[in-house]
């Protein structure tokens, strides 16, 4: 499985961004998809998930201002940031899970205040 990551960049509090993540290879077997984020010092964290039916999960810190969906046809996961604030500055990684985890490459997300 390979993880292919666009989108990201520089925004002002309060702005929006999407990423959005294609996979590719062997994907029949993914079963779920989702972001994490890894801000400077500070562990890799669970924003988002999406199953490939459908139910979401995210991070109490995200609710409410961060959107996943799928797109199972083009075998691609959206992640609709808006509200930004300077805290949500990190690093996201485009994760899927098969029985084992696939990482993107990572994409740097930078809020300015």
């Known amino acids: 499985v390979q993880l292919a990551e666009s989108g990201g960049g520089l925004v002002q509090s309060g702005g929006s961004l999407r990423l959005s993540c294609t996979a590719s290879?062997?994907?029949?077997?993914?079963?779920?998809m989702g972001w994490y984020r890894q801000g400077p010092g500070e562990q890799r964290d669970l924003v988002a998930s999406?199953?490939?039916?459908?139910?979401?999960n995210y991070s109490d810190r995200v609710k409410g201002r961060f959107t996943i969906s799928a797109d199972n046809a083009k075998n691609t996961v959206t992640l609709d940031m808006n509200s930004l604030d300077p805290e949500d500055t990190a690093v996201y990684y485009c994760?899927?899970?098969?029985?084992?985890?696939?990482w993107g490459q990572g994409t740097q997300v930078t809020v300015s205040s």
């Open positions: 290879g062997i994907i029949y077997r993914i079963n779920t």
């Open positions: 994760a899927a899970f098969d029985g084992k985890w696939y």
């Open positions: 999406i199953t490939m039916t459908g139910r979401t």
